[in-house]
T-cell receptor, first 112, second 114 residues
Framework: DAKTTQPNSMESNEEEPVHLPCNHS???????IHWYRQLPSQGPEYVIHGLTSNVNNRMASLAIAEDRKSSTLILHRATLRDAAVYYC?????????????FGTGTRLTVIP | ETGVTQTPRHLVMGMTNKKSLKCEQH?????MYWYKQSAKKPLELMFVYNFKEQTENNSVPSRFSPECPNSSHLFLHLHTLQPEDSALYLCASSQVTGSGYEQYFGPGTRLTVT
């Protein structure tokens, strides 16, 4: 699977929107973009995924660039509970691989 | 609660001990995974089981031995571990579908090898 690049850390004020960027310049046409997050002392949890179109769910929104070389996870109103490490991961559906390469992610700090 | 449980939550063992980690999923999934998370390092996939068959072994030392007796249970048998094996061991499960197949993780077992 192609690799992703994320900033090591970001800060946000509580109740403000947060935009977490991810670069994936070598993405292939069959790579889905997945986001997971890991809260302190917990296992990772799925947040959202998409292929080409922007996606929304109850947790977040995923904005995918037209050329698919980058994407942004959007938390519309950050809460203290959103403080976590956020991972952007590509998964190639064509290979059917189950391997998720987590990388180092972005550590989000939410300031009260 | 993610529907994936792991026991024990904490384990301290000596290098000559034999112990097992247990994972159980209540989600009806057909794939299960073991991951290792060491301090300051990314999650590393160790083993994958699809429909009880091992489909991936990422060059894991033989002192780690997985077992998947059915699609709901997964074990990781440990013997003659090294101090560098101290880490958080995470279990996950998923359905295997075309696009989603999001993985659901358990809370992990914090292992300390003395």
């Amino acid at each position: 699977d192609a690799k992703t690049t994320q900033p090591n850390s970001m800060e946000s004020n509580e109740e403000e929107p947060v935009h977490l960027p991810c670069n994936h310049s070598t993405i292939s046409g069959t790579d889905y973009i997945h986001w997971y997050r890991q809260l302190p002392s917990q296992g990772p949890e799925y947040v959202i995924h998409g292929l080409t179109s922007n996606v929304n769910n109850r947790m977040a929104s995923l904005a995918i660039a037209e050329d698919r070389k980058s994407s942004t996870l959007i938390l519309h109103r950050a809460t203290l509970r959103d403080a976590a490490v956020y991972y952007c991961i590509l998964r190639d559906v064509q290979t059917g691989a189950n391997n998720l390469f987590f990388g180092t992610g972005t550590r989000l700090t939410v300031i009260p | 609660e993610t529907g994936v449980t792991q026991t024990p939550r904490h384990l301290v063992m000596g290098m000559t001990n034999k112990k097992s980690l247990k994972c159980e999923q209540h989600l009806g999934h057909n794939a299960m995974y073991w991951y290792k998370q060491s301090a300051k390092k990314p999650l590393e996939l160790m083993f994958v089981y699809n429909f009880k068959e091992q489909t991936e072994n990422n060059s894991v030392p033989s002192r780690f031995s997985p077992e998947c007796p059915n699609s709901s249970h997964l074990f990781l048998h440990l013997h003659t571990l090294q101090p560098e094996d101290s880490a958080l061991y995470l279990c996950a499960s998923s359905q295997v579908t075309g696009s989603g197949y999001e993985q659901y993780f358990g809370p992990g077992t914090r292992l300390t090898v003395t």
